[in-house]
């Protein structure tokens, strides 16, 4: 599966990922959950091309993809601060899906829930003021 934009302005859209390849179990999944940057300008999604999978920041513009997590287990499920300079995301590395956090800035990664236990998926909801992202998070 691949990930498109589309242009409100004249209906055009556009592929920003690329899979190719025979549809399986973890390509069904490919670049699941996109999410916009809080500029606008990239897109945050889940990629499985490598197996598992890692978060890319896609530069909606360039195409350019920066990777953000890429370990050798599953990091998905990821939401941007509201400010855009760090990303929260759930980490799959024992069967457990425990929260972390990163300041896209410093490339720091941290956890911020139990180590066990099921964190679950992500969601923000409400107004940018509900949000509780520390401004020193580095």
């Not at 670049?31 to 890692?54: E, M, T």
């Not at 760090?86 to 990664?109: C, K, M, P």
Request: charge should be negative; glycine fraction near 8%.
């Amino acid at each position: 599966w691949d990930t498109f934009v589309m242009s409100l302005h004249d209906r055009t859209e556009r592929k920003i990922t690329r899979h190719d390849g025979e549809c399986d179990e973890m390509s069904y999944y490919a670049n699941q959950a996109p999410h916009w940057s809080p500029d606008g300008k990239n897109i945050l999604i889940a990629s499985s091309l490598a197996g598992n999978y890692d978060l890319l920041a896609i530069d909606v513009d360039t195409l350019e993809q920066r990777m953000i997590a890429g370990r050798p287990w599953d990091e998905a499920n990821g939401q941007w601060s509201p400010d855009g300079r760090s990303v929260a995301y759930t980490v799959n590395q024992d069967g457990n899906l425990i929260l972390h956090a990163q300041n896209l800035e410093s490339g720091r990664s941290f956890s911020v829930s139990p180590p066990t236990g099921v964190s679950g998926h992500i969601f923000l909801r409400g107004h940018g003021s509900d949000y509780r992202w520390a401004s020193n998070s580095t």
